[in-house]
């Protein structure tokens, strides 16, 4: 079936070059048609069995080009739990989702849709929104590759809730179904009405008002509140110190190491040359107004961060710059970004910079993006040309922590998320050629249910071999 995909693509561009704007009836026609090579009850097979490329060499892979002192922090994270190993290997799941067949519809994916993707930060209006909020991997391709990343995630933290494996089942399928039904509620709106279409604080607080009780409700506004505390005041609180009258920002290594810390002053000049030329030349992939607001603040510091699971090791800056004066922030992340872990199996990035991809496909994800969120190319400390991705550190940012949900709230929370995944895909893809594939039974989360408990075993013999491999010698680990 992964064959016959370029001709599948070939065929419907040419249609859709005939017939630009096809009909909603020919538009669900395209998606009961789909069923026929991809039926719903497939999607409960886990990918291959036999001949399936070693784990380990997968991240292995992934690594050969990343900080070589920071790849063992990378595995020492991942082996904290099977959900800290799912958590960093979206690659190995890509490739297991790469050779299976597949619906023939696309939307722009997240690429790396587990449950802690998702989360609140600030819209430009000062609004806290719940949304998608990773983007790495973003690319086109098909939709059902992120519900089945959402899916397996769902398993696996519900795993480690001691959660009994019927009740995962619920959960699981409750996901799955709040992204079926979404998604044909979007399949019935008007074009604008989808874009505009977003979760807010109001709505989270209406739509679980029933659902959480009376210390699920209070547990939400502390998580609320905290979120609007994470801005980047707090950010510059934490992270910076007075030095000899100069703010700076603190070192906190190995996850948070300054330019002097790293290198001689002669390689920190030029290295801190090079931050300031990627500073001032991303700000051309802004809209006018925001890159007024960018040449308002001047760099003051830059420092190396560790960041999550599965980006450990790719480079990572953030950069202290001033505005008005020494109590008027701005830190900017600048994140490497490389080819996503889909581009092997769903065709490569059309465009040009890496960087550019992940904007992109955030800005068509997203209800709301980073008023700073750009790209730019630039040189590392290795003098190589590498892409990267810019926005804010920090703005109202809040996540979930699932060990702390019993199933039900879990499950809402998993319903939260597949309905948000919803709009996302209906924002690019075709709604109502995928509402029409899901259908208004059942068929499509009962084999996700099954789909992500096969995974979720799959997941655990994967974080077996990783420890295997480290005690072995094989691979090196550290915690930090």
Known sequence: MKSDTPAIRRKETAVSAQHPHPSPHERAARGKAARGRMPRSAHAEP?????????????EQQSADRVPEL???????????????????????????????????EAQLCGDAHLLNFGLFASPERHLVFDVNDFDETLPGPWEWDVKRLAASMA?????????EKRRGEVVRGTVRAYREAMRGFAGMRNL?????????????????DRLGKQGRRRMSRALETARGRDHLHAFQHLTVVVDGTRRIAADPPLLVPLGDLMTDDRRAELE????????RYGRSLASDRRHLLHQFRMADAARKVVGVGSVGTRCWIVLMLGRDDDDPLILQAKEAGPSVLAPFA???????????????QRLMQAVSDILLGWERAAGIDGRQRDFY???????????????MPPGRLQAYGELCG??????????????????????????????????????????????????AVRSGRVAARRA
């Not at 082996?79 to 290997?89: D, H, T």
Request: proline letters at 6%; aromatic letters at 10%.
């Open 347 to 361: 065709g490569p990035s059309p465009y040009g910079n890496e960087g550019q991809r992940v904007v992109c496909g």
């Open 156 to 164: 696996i933290a519900a795993r480690e809730n001691d959660v009994p």
């Open 47 to 59: 990918g291959p069995g036999t001949g399936r490329t070693d784990p380990v060499e997968v991240l």
């Open 193 to 209: 009405d989808v874009w505009y279409a977003h979760f807010d604080t109001e709505q989270l607080r209406v739509l679980f008002a």
């Open 419 to 468: 309905a948000t995944l919803a709009r996302a895909h209906a924002r690019s893809g075709d709604r109502i050629a995928i509402a029409a594939y899901l259908g208004g039974g059942d068929a499509f989360e009962r084999a996700l249910a099954e789909f992500a408990e096969a995974y979720a075993d799959r997941n655990e013999r994967d974080f077996r071999a990783l420890a295997e």
């Open 390 to 404: 810019v926005r804010q550190l920090r703005d109202w940012k809040g996540s979930a922590r699932p060990e702390t």
């Open 71 to 105: 790849v063992p922090l990378r595995y020492g994270r991942m082996l904290e739990s099977p959900f800290a190993f799912y958590r960093g290997a979206a690659a190995v799941m890509a490739a297991d989702l790469g050779a299976q067949p597949r619906t023939g519809i």
């Open 273 to 280: 040359g090079r931050l300031r030329v990627l500073v001032e």
